[in-house]
């Protein structure tokens, strides 16, 4: 049988309920999420429980990552699921404030990463994201002061961009990148996966299908530019209209030209339809 977590929902209620998980020296890790919750947040979880004693996973739909043009209004939200899931793997607590929470009345600041949150990628589409990101990463990290915090890989530019925050501000969290866990055909786990069509379903795993065949290619010293346009080809060929598709150095986010500049990770962000999906892959 599994325990039901304990859930917060006030920064007092929050900081009572870490008191006592904290005793005895625990070390603590948190999952942050906007619930929605799929296989690939269930392997976040699983990963913190290997590397902490206690685990809370956070349940926040952050209205100032989205644009007014954007899905805020429409984004899944499964509570019922999500909490039955969480107890499922044993999770501590859930931190589930609400807008007024996170957000209450005069709240007037925001964080603006730099660094790989100008990369020229996400930020070119979205700009108002990785601000809403930092702020309120920020404000999770400081409210629940966990020794780690895991991150999926799926979101690489925001693993980036939260990694160079919590060094920069010296939030004392260690942040944990967790691999993308992906469907039977290579689509990437994702809450906004429900948006697509039967006919787009069908179509979406060619985005990894193109990661993987890139990433091939370069692994087997394949001139850089030829094998990003045959990259570009494939995807645009399946009916997506393509926001970018780069070859990155992995670490900095910053332009690669050729195979001897270091890691690298090709990233990539299409829409089919109205359904935007993002993907990446180390090569
Ligand atoms: O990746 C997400 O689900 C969100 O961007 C995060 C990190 C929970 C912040 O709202």
Redesign the pocket.
Do not use: H, I, L
């Given at each position: 049988m599994s325990r039901s977590p304990m859930i917060a929902r006030t920064v007092p209620a929050l900081h009572r309920t870490l008191d006592r998980l904290r005793a005895r020296k625990a070390t603590v890790a948190l999952v942050?999420?906007?619930g929605a919750l799929h296989d690939g947040h269930v392997s976040l979880v699983r990963l913190a429980r290997r590397r902490a004693s206690r685990v809370v996973v956070s349940i926040?739909v952050?209205p100032t990552?989205f644009a007014p043009t954007e899905d805020f209004g429409s984004y899944p939200r499964t509570w019922k699921s999500d909490a039955a899931r969480l107890a499922a793997e044993g999770v501590d607590l859930i931190w589930n404030p609400d807008a007024g929470t996170m957000y209450p009345d005069g709240f007037a600041t925001r964080i603006v990463p730099e660094g790989a949150a100008t990369a020229n990628l996400e930020d070119r589409f979205r700009p108002h994201f990785f601000g809403g990101?930092a702020t309120?990463?920020g404000k999770l990290f400081t409210q629940v002061r966990p020794n780690l915090a895991i991150?999926g890989e799926k979101?690489f530019q925001?693993l980036r961009v939260v990694t160079q925050m919590a060094r920069d501000l010296d939030l004392g969290v260690k942040v944990v990148g967790s691999p993308t866990v992906r469907e039977r055909d290579g689509l990437a786990m994702s809450s906004r996966n429900v948006y697509l069509s039967p006919e787009e379903r069908l179509k979406a795993p060619v985005l990894y299908r193109a990661l993987k065949e890139s990433a091939r290619r370069l692994r087997a010293g394949d001139d850089v530019a030829a094998t990003m346009a045959g990259g570009v080809e494939m995807i645009v060929a399946a009916g997506f209209v393509l926001d970018y598709f780069e070859v990155r150095h992995a670490g900095t986010l910053a332009p690669v030209g050729a195979r001897g500049d270091g890691p690298m990770r090709i990233l990539v962000a299409a829409r089919l339809g109205n359904t935007r999906l993002i993907d990446n892959i180390a090569v």
């Open positions: 942050p999420t906007m926040f952050n990552q990101v309120v990463v991150f979101d925001q």
